[in-house]
């Protein structure tokens, strides 16, 4: 973003003995909670057969797309990805001959409620030859942490000017702009969040295993501004 004072006359955008300039830079760097978690789910079935691996990958991808929607609400997107069906051919022998087939389809979940994610996460792992990965920990575009983070940066840059203006005995007078990092570039972009658990695959056991105690990772929002002041001539 660029603003311009209204007041500030055509001279008060160059540096002049009456009109000194000072620059300076504004950080925040913020660590607030994940609003939400997202998980990847690989279903795989295979068979001596297509039909089979392709009946037991959709016997499989229901129970889990099934096992997802039962946590109602604490599940804010379910979407299906890839979906593939691939023969393995023979290693010996004359000619081609398909001996088994395998089948794969990726689930993505997004959840907001981190103690259903933990237990669903066991259950999913649980399932034969169900994968899980994840959680990768995330806030959303729209979060009020990334505006909170702009707006301190911003505090942080006036404070700085002032500080540079209190050093001269003086005050600032006018802003010239102020502006993101990068703005003419390309837009700042916030890191994304790291950190991955990993559930191998998974078969049916005879106890269900406890819910996994999931701690979510703490995200660091990142804004940075310039921006540059005029200052009311000082005595020096």
């Known amino acids: 973003m660029t603003t311009q004072d209204d007041t500030t006359d055509a001279t008060a955008t160059h540096a002049t003995a009456h009109a000194p300039r000072v620059a300076v830079r ?54 299906t990805g890839a979906f593939s069906i691939t023969p393995e051919l023979t290693k010996r022998g004359k000619g081609e001959r398909v001996r088994t087939y395998h089948g794969r389809v990726h689930i993505a979940a997004e959840l907001t409620d981190f103690t259903a994610l933990g237990e669903l996460t066991t259950r999913v792992a649980d399932l034969d030859l169900t994968r899980v990965d994840g959680p990768w920990w995330a806030l959303r575009p729209t979060s009020p942490a990334h505006r909170h983070a702009r707006q301190q940066a911003v505090k942080e840059a006036v404070q700085r000017a002032r500080e540079y203006a209190d050093a001269l005995g003086t005050t600032l007078a006018h802003l010239i702009d102020i502006a993101d990092i990068g703005a003419d570039n390309a837009p700042y972009a916030y890191p994304a969040a790291p950190g991955m658990a990993r559930a191998a695959y998974g078969g049916a056991t005879p106890e269900a295993a406890a819910p996994l105690d999931l701690e979510p990772q703490r995200q660091t929002v990142h804004a940075q501004v310039n921006a540059r002041f005029t200052l009311n001539p000082p005595q020096l």
């Open 26 to 79: 504004g950080e925040a760097h913020l660590e607030v909670d994940p609003e939400y978690a997202r998980i990847g789910i690989t279903v795989s079935a295979r068979g001596n057969d297509r039909a089979t691996a392709l009946a037991d990958l959709t016997r499989r991808n229901n129970t889990v797309i099934e096992l997802v929607k039962s946590y109602g609400d604490a599940v804010e997107r379910l979407e």
